[in-house]
């Protein structure tokens, strides 16, 4: 995966986001040879009650069954790889500005979700997921003895 | 927590100046990819969340205007506990050249892409030029 050079004007020039686009594409090339890092795609959004944890990302372009995800005791792995769009021969890009890829990032969950009883839903390029947390993990009402 | 950053980061829309929008919400300017080969222009573009009944795609005059209309998801159960990103409508514009033929540009929408094939117009097909010796 080659890194792609941008022009900026040079009132755009921010050298903090220059570091983050480079950061993001180390992220993203590391990912192409499967080492077990948090990355920072795709972003995701989350809410959590008592019982459960419900998370969204946005992953347009993808498969169902191209996309992993993995719940081990209460960390959860989303990974996959996006498709290189065409492989037409002899294409001239005018802009590129879709990732694609391998990615991988592995979320820390506030408690111990039920693998089993885990939902995923995947619509329009929209992933959703509802972990519900393992009964094991539930804090339990402890009542005082007389 | 994870840190977005720009080439994934959702960027707003440009919007003329002194234009409001009348649906309410945020809008998007969606990331595409443009690419040609001898025969098309290709346009793709990320909008996840629309399907082919919420794109709108107009071409007036040599302006590709690109709108999709996202239904805001009903408030999840529970408190908010990260937000990466934000969730809205997409909208972006192009200016392309005379040289396509409108009436057979095609256009689809999967898992929340839009593709676009824009075909050139006969006249802006390269066209071989044999050199004789003589």
């Known amino acids: 995966m080659v890194l792609t050079l941008q022009k900026r004007r040079m009132e755009d020039w921010n050298p903090w986001r220059e570091l983050q686009n480079v950061q993001s594409e180390m ?23 008592e019982d459960d944890v419900t998370l969204t990302a946005e992953l347009p372009g993808m498969k169902a069954d191209d ?15 996006r498709p290189e769009e065409d492989e037409r021969e002899n294409l001239t890009y005018h802009r590129r500005e879709r990732l694609a890829g391998h990615f991988a990032r592995t979320i820390q969950l506030p408690f111990h979700v039920d693998a089993d009883k885990v939902e995923a ?3 329009n390029g929209v992933l959703n997921i509802r972990l519900p947390r393992v009964e094991s993990d539930k804090p339990r009402k402890i009542s005082i003895g007389k | 927590m994870a840190r977005a950053t720009d080439s994934i980061q959702k960027k707003e829309a440009f919007a003329a100046e002194g234009v409001e929008r009348t649906r309410s919400g945020d809008v998007y300017s969606p990331n595409a990819d443009i690419f040609e080969d001898k025969e098309n222009i290709y346009l793709v573009a990320d909008m996840p969340g629309v399907d082919e009944s919420s794109v709108d795609i107009r071409l007036e005059k040599n302006v590709l205007t690109l709108n999709g209309y996202v239904k805001i998801p009903e408030k999840e159960e529970g408190i908010e506990w990260f937000r990466e990103y934000p969730v809205g409508d997409y909208h972006r514009s192009f200016t392309i050249s005379n040289a396509i033929d409108r009436d057979r540009i095609a256009a689809t929408v999967r898992d929340g892409v839009l593709r676009l094939t824009l075909p050139k117009a006969e006249s802006l097909k390269p066209r071989q030029i044999t ?3 003589g």
């Open chain 1, 27 to 49: 992220n993203r090339l590391l990912g192409r040879f499967g080492y077990p890092e948090t990355g920072v795609y795709p972003a995701m959004n989350a809410w959590k009650t």
């Open chain 1, 67 to 81: 996309i992993e995800i993995s719940v081990a005791g209460d960390t959860l792995t989303l990974k996959g790889t």
């Open chain 2, 131 to 133: 050199v004789t010796s």
């Open chain 1, 121 to 123: 839903r995947f619509s």
